[in-house]
Structures are given as structure tokens and as C-alpha cells.
Nanobody
């Protein structure tokens, strides 16, 4: 079991940066696939980035080169560094977790069993 709490959202101007954090409560945090999702009004929730217990990462094409997912195992915290922000990045951002060693085996939104409450990011 893992409890997730996001923070770091807010309003930022176009081209600016923001770092989101997700605090996890699990002792076995490093054995989870961790991910960031986002959902804008009227749109489906989409995967943004993932990181697994080996440190392997994936990104959706629209954020490659601009966003960086990372985690601090000592503090059980997941991060999403967002640079060169665009208006289309505006959304409610969620962190998610699944107790699986390989993120590639997780099937999208439905494959993640644990979710945070979300943090709003507005780029204008």
C-alpha cells in the first residue's frame, strides 16, 4: 500500500518552470512503478512520464526534452521538473503508483492502483 500526496502546482508564465513533488508513504516505494498523469478540462487523463525501480524513465512525446521525472528514494518522493512550459501543459497533474517492477507492464490509467489527489498547473 502507498499513499500519495502531490504538491508544487501553481500558475506560471509561458516558458517558465515548475517542479511538482509527490510524497509517498510506502516502505517499499522503490519497488513501485511511479508515474505522472495530467488531465485538462474536456480531455482524457494522459500519461506524462514514468519511472520504475531501476530508474528507467519514459515520457510522452509532447514533453520530451522539457520535463524530467525523478525520484528520491531516501525521502520517498517523486518529482516532475517542468521547463519551457506551454499553455497546453495546463492541467490537473496526478502522481500514480503500481507495485510492479517494470513500468512497461503497467496498462495505462487502469494499471495504476494508487493515486494522489492532483495538483493544478496553469500556464499563461
Amino acid at each position: 500500500h502507498v499513499q500519495l500526496v502531490e504538491s508544487g502546482g501553481g500558475s506560471v508564465q509561458v516558458g517558465g518552470s515548475l517542479r511538482l513533488s509527490c510524497a509517498a508513504s510506502s516502505r517499499s516505494y522503490s519497488n513501485y512503478c511511479m508515474a505522472w498523469f495530467r488531465q485538462a478540462p474536456g480531455k482524457e487523463r494522459e500519461g506524462v512520464a514514468t519511472i520504475d525501480n531501476t530508474g528507467s524513465t519514459t515520457y510522452t512525446d509532447s514533453v520530451k526534452g522539457r520535463f524530467t521525472i525523478s525520484k528520491d528514494n531516501a525521502n520517498n518522493t517523486l518529482y516532475l521538473q517542468m521547463d519551457s512550459l506551454k499553455p497546453e501543459d495546463s492541467a490537473l497533474y496526478y502522481c500514480a503508483a503500481e507495485p510492479i517492477l517494470v513500468c512497461a507492464l503497467v496498462a495505462g490509467v487502469g494499471g495504476f492502483g494508487f493515486w494522489g489527489q492532483g495538483t493544478q498547473v496553469t500556464v499563461s
